[in-house]
Every structure is written in structure tokens, then in C-alpha cells.
């Protein structure tokens, strides 16, 4: 398709959508939890094709990743969802002044309509299905544009979808950056993007034309902070997992870690063994990733060979199974000593199996270094929760944090997950994810006494009185907290 093309057809099944909400009205909560469930059975069904097809988009993928990092959280978020969806629902009452105490006030979290979803390809099944998941709970329909990165998972998504829910509740737009640009563009209600800083300055700029509100989770540089004394085993271990895992193509994996200059070459010695521990076959283990495309995989490479020839330590651990059938672009673990702040690898989100390590002498030092760059979606700690620990915690923003482990926060259905600053806006998990897709709309139901109308026009004394009485009363509580 054209992207004129694109347009016309997405413009097409959005109005299809936001007419059939409009008709059909909100959803109750038996409608929202059946089709949780139905969405639910359809992913178990689809199980073993989806690790099929996302291994074929990657070349290689463990398929216990699939499983455990994808399938899981997906069935983990529905179950979820289902299981709070009453509560979530639910008017909350809110306080009432007492001049006009004989009526009562709550918000209402009612759907807004129509939700657009831009997933990316490092996760395909789950960075699409559980901001999904999330917007049906909270009684939208939903639009959804996966990468085109990932085109034999893409399909399977969309044809699964198909057959679990009609057009105008859920559909599938595929396509590639024609697709996308046309996508970002439509008047949704709410829009979704994950995926990297740059494109999401494009996306947000064009959903400003229709004022639509947006989500956006898009990675950064996430820090990883030894505390001294603490490159010991089991530190090590949750940082190779973390940055392991999918070939540290994962928003919330470790970017850079900071070590105590003491513990450095302790530090060096535990992630070698770490890592031939997790992957004895080396980069040809079969529970290795490789990198999702040839650019990417030469993009690795260049920072890499940038940082060695200005003089950085480079440290690989084992060799690259470039005879291996289909695994290519299996990219070495590589750790790099102390390379220069202005290196590519120090300025770029990493998004591959590639750790930056630098030394410090004390917190102080790891506090400016962070505060001197975006603000991360993540900040990992290792060490004691202390003073020290306390004061990283205080004196730094980061969407999220992890404190002796890697990755589990975004485990954490009842934990909000998103970005801060340049690392994103806004959640899509737990209740904040919920009311992110609802509209909060507050109700005053006006009681059999209405006082307030003792002070309508025409004014006169009694006015005076009461007037009186509200302001003085706001001034002793100034007083009050003043104190």
C-alpha cells in the first residue's frame, strides 16, 4: 500500500471502531473480563507458533525466553487484570467541604474510545498484547500497528486476533514505516508508543495535531551501581541475566554498570565466569538470541571497534559462530573497561549484549555521573539498602528501579511502568496503567439541602457571613500547617 493508501484504511477502521463504542456504549465488567479470557485462550493455543515465528524473525531465540519473558507476562498481566477489574471500576468518592456537605462527589474512570498501540519488535508478543490487554480491561477498543521487524510474529498476531475478536473491537494494521507514520497520525483517543527516543519525537509531533494524549516508553541508558564490596557472585549473576537475556535487546536491560575502582577487576573476573556459566556453548548456546537484523548487528559492531580503537579495554567472551546456520549475527558478550564518555557507546542506548564499565570512588560521584545524563528509565542498585542506598534513591529520578536484581520490576503487575524525562511519559501497568486508558470524570450529585444557594444574588448580609466564615477558616489552616 501507498501511504495515502495506508491512511484511507486505517482512517476506515478507526471510524468503524469509535462507531461501534459509541453505539454500543461501555462495556460492563462481564463483557471486559470475557473477552480477557477469550484473548487469554487464544495466546496458550498460539503458544508454540509464536515461538516458532518469533525465532525465525530473530534468526535464533530461545524459546524459554519466548515462554518466560513474553507468553508469561502476557497470561501474568490478563490474570491480573481480571482478578482487580471490579475495584478498578469502581467509583471512588471524594471529599466533600462542608458548605456543600448535604451532596457528595466521586470520579467516575469511564473508557475513551478508541486506543492505538505501536508495538516494537524486541518483544513482540508482549510490548503488543499487554498494553492490549490493558486497554480492553479499562473498556476501549483497540487499534494495533506491530513491527514490521518482525513480520512472521506480526501475521501470527494478526491472524490470531481475527479470530478471537471482530474489526471493530480489535485490529491488526501491518506494514512498514509508511504504515507508522500514517498510523501515529490518526485522532485516536489514547495512543501507545514503545520504542526509541528518536522515532518517539516523531510520533508524539504528530499526534499533537489531534491533541491525542500518548503514552510513550521509550528505553535509554539504564544504570547498573555496584555498591563497594558487592561484585560478588550473586550481583554478577542477576547482571548477566539482565543483560543477557534476548541479547540485551530489552528497554530495561543494564546499559552501563558502575563499579567501585577496588572491585573492578573482581568485577571482570565473576561476569566472565557468569557468562560461560549461562551460555557454555558460547554465543552458539542454544539459549543465546541473536541480534534482530543485519543493521543492527553492524551498528553493535561499530561501537564496539569504536571503543577499541580509542583505546578502551575490550574484553569478549568466547568467539562468534559465524558457521552456525542462522546464527549470523550472534554477537559476543562483551564487556568494555573505562571507554571514554563521549564514545558512541557511552551516548547511544546499547540494545545488544555490549556492557560499558566505569569505576568510581564514591556515591557522590555516582549521583553527578547520572544526574548528568537523561534520566533513565531504570536505575539498578546493588548493595545494602543504607545510607548510601537511601541517598542514590533520593537524590536521583529514573522511571523505575531495581534494587539487587535486574528486569523483575516490570514483572511486578501491581508496579506502574514507564519512563521519565527523555526515557518516556505516562504508565501501562497496574492501576495506573487502567486509569491511563480511562477518563477520570468527577460527579457532583447536588443533595435535598442546597446551602450554597443561601449565597446567591441578590447579596446581602447573610453572604457576608459566610464568606466570612469559609475564609477565616482557610486562613487558620494556613496558620495551622505553618507552624
Not at 557454555?280 to 541480534?291: L, Q, R, V
Not at 511502568?417 to 450529585?445: C, N, P, Q, T
Not at 443561601?454 to 447573610?462: D, M, S, T
Request: hydrophobic share 40%; charged share 25%.
Amino acid at each position: 500500500m501507498t501511504q495515502d493508501e495506508h491512511r484511507i484504511h486505517m482512517a476506515a477502521l478507526l471510524y468503524r471502531q469509535r462507531h461501534a463504542f459509541l453505539h454500543e456504549g461501555p462495556p460492563d465488567l462481564e463483557v471486559r473480563k470475557a473477552r480477557l479470557s477469550r484473548l487469554r485462550s487464544a495466546v496458550l493455543a498460539y503458544r508454540d507458533v509464536f515461538k516458532d515465528e518469533v525465532s525465525a524473525d530473530f534468526g535464533h531465540r530461545s524459546r524459554h525466553e519466548t515462554d518466560m519473558m513474553e507468553l508469561a507476562c502476557v497470561i501474568q498481566a490478563i490474570d491480573y487484570l481480571s482478578r482487580h477489574l471490579r475495584r478498578f471500576m469502581k467509583r471512588e468518592r471524594r471529599h466533600v467541604p462542608l458548605i456543600y456537605r448535604s451532596g457528595r462527589a466521586y470520579v467516575e474512570y469511564q473508557p475513551l474510545g478508541v486506543v492505538g498501540v505501536m508495538a516494537p519488535w524486541n518483544y513482540p508478543i508482549a510490548l503488543t498484547l499487554i498494553p492490549l490487554v490493558t486497554a480492553l480491561a479499562a473498556g476501549n477498543r483497540v487499534m494495533l500497528k506491530p513491527s514490521e521487524l518482525t513480520p512472521r510474529t506480526s501475521e501470527v498476531l494478526q491472524r490470531m486476533l481475527a479470530e478471537v475478536f471482530s474489526l471493530d473491537e480489535v485490529a491488526v494494521v501491518l506494514g512498514g514505516p509508511e504504515a507508522g507514520e500514517a498510523f501515529s497520525a490518526l485522532p485516536f483517543d489514547h495512543l501507545l508508543f514503545t520504542g526509541s527516543t528518536q522515532v518517539g519525537r516523531k510520533v508524539m509531533r504528530a499526534a499533537s495535531d489531534h491533541l491525542v494524549p500518548i503514552t510513550l516508553e521509550l528505553g535509554g541508558k539504564s544504570p547498573a551501581i555496584v555498591a563497594p564490596g558487592h561484585a560478588h557472585q550473586r550481583t554478577v549473576h542477576s547482571l548477566v541475566y539482565g543483560k543477557l537475556s534476548n541479547a540485551g535487546q530489552t528497554c530495561v536491560a543494564p546499559d552501563y554498570a558502575l563499579v567501585h575502582e577496588d572491585d573492578l577487576e573482581s568485577f571482570i573476573t565473576q561476569y566472565v565466569a557468569t557468562v560461560r556459566r549461562f551460555y557454555p556453548e558460547g554465543p552458539a548456546s542454544p539459549d543465546y538470541t541473536t541480534i534482530i537484523s543485519d543493521r543492527h548487528y553492524d551498528r553493535l559492531c561499530e561501537l564496539v571497534d569504536h571503543a577499541r580503537r580509542t583505546g578502551a579495554r575490550v574484553i569478549e567472551v568466547g568467539e562468534s559462530p559465524t558457521r552456525l546456520p542462522g546464527r549470523e549475527r550472534a554477537l559476543v558478550p562483551t564487556l568494555v573497561i573505562n571507554t571514554d564518555d563521549e564514545a558512541p557507546l557511552m551516548q547511544e542506548e546499547i540494545f545488544g549484549p555490549v556492557l560499558p564499565v566505569r569505576t568510581y570512588r564514591c556515591i557522590d560521584e555516582v549521583i553527578a555521573y547520572v544526574n548528568a545524563r537523561p534520566r533513565p528509565l531504570t536505575l539498578y542498585y546493588f548493595g545494602a539498602e543504607d545510607h548510601d542506598c537511601a541517598r542514590l534513591l533520593e537524590r536521583t529520578t529514573s522511571g523505575n528501579v531495581g534494587i539487587n536484581n535486574t528486569l523483575m520490576h516490570v514483572a511486578q503487575d501491581d508496579l506502574p511502568f514507564g519512563g521519565v524525562g527523555l526515557s518516556g511519559m505516562g504508565a501501562y501497568h497496574g492501576i495506573e496503567g487502567f486509569r491511563s486508558m480511562s477518563h477520570a470524570k468527577g460527579v457532583f450529585v447536588q443533595g435535598r439541602w442546597n446551602f450554597p444557594r443561601l449565597i446567591h444574588a441578590p447579596f446581602g448580609k447573610l453572604a457576608d457571613i459566610v464568606i466570612s466564615l469559609v475564609l477565616r477558616k482557610a486562613k487558620d489552616k494556613g496558620k495551622t500547617s505553618s507552624l
